[in-house]
């Protein structure tokens, strides 16, 4: 499990990583292991934020609190559990979202231990996410079913999302594969083109017809798998002609 601290307070933020250690130790042979890593500020907390599976956050001796830590992260899209440790201010006489979780400080190991319990049962029952990061520089984070189609158009790829978006993403098809290798529902219909199987309509010939209405050339290689993926994730759609 990945965790993050964000706490302004260096004794408070090393005083943790010890009782999340402890925590590890114990738990190893359950859950694995815990990864942790530890921030002073938002600005580096949010460079990667979807790594995590539990933040923990105070923030108390500047212009920025943990209540806007925890606004930036819901912004960014992290539905992870997000812990607010309370110190000089009293977080839980806030109006905060119902899924916010308190810990007081100092922070006792029962407490902090139910915080994991929850967290890791959050994280098993999670949908996982697929980051892409524009070349502007913002990341998007999407589900499986969020993403149609990959394009590559020279040092890029334009991958076309469901609601109709389309980002510009920096990267290769191959890389783009390699990291949705979890996936079986993504192929390349050719050296240009990956889709996401769940929305192939139709296919004519060496054709593969999106629900979109984007059609796109099979290469020779793929044309066993596009069929294969017509009838298993979207077996009510036309079959080969």
């Keep these: 499990m990945h965790i993050a601290i964000c706490d302004d307070n260096v004794a408070d933020r090393k005083q943790l990583e010890r009782l999340l250690k402890r925590e590890a130790d114990k738990r190893t042979a359950v859950s694995g292991g815990f990864y942790v890593d530890s921030y002073g500020d938002l600005e580096a907390l949010l460079r990667s934020p979807m790594l995590y599976d539990v933040f923990f956050i105070d923030m108390c001796h500047g212009s920025i609190t943990g209540m806007d830590v925890a606004a930036a992260l819901y912004n960014v899209g992290v539905s992870a559990p997000v812990t607010l440790c309370s110190s000089l201010i009293s977080y839980r006489e806030q109006n905060l979202p119902q899924n916010i979780l308190f810990l007081d400080k100092p922070i006792k190991v029962n407490e902090l231990s139910a ?20 070349e502007s520089g913002s990341y998007h984070y999407v589900k499986e079913s969020d993403f149609m189609y990959a394009v590559s158009a020279g040092r890029y790829l334009k991958i076309t999302l469901k609601d109709g978006r389309v980002l510009s993403v920096l990267s290769t098809l191959d890389n783009l594969f390699s990291q949705l290798a979890s996936y079986p529902v993504f192929f390349p219909l050719n050296n240009k083109v990956l889709i996401n199987g769940r929305y192939l309509n139709k296919i004519s010939l060496l054709t593969a017809t999106m629900t979109d209405g984007t059609a796109f050339r099979i290469a020779p290689g793929s044309l066993t798998y596009a069929k294969y993926a017509l009838k298993e994730f979207r077996p009510e759609s036309p079959q080969d002609t």
């Design 115 to 134: 915080v994991l319990d929850h967290s890791l049962a959050f994280k098993q029952s999670a949908i996982p996410h697929i980051e892409l990061r524009e």
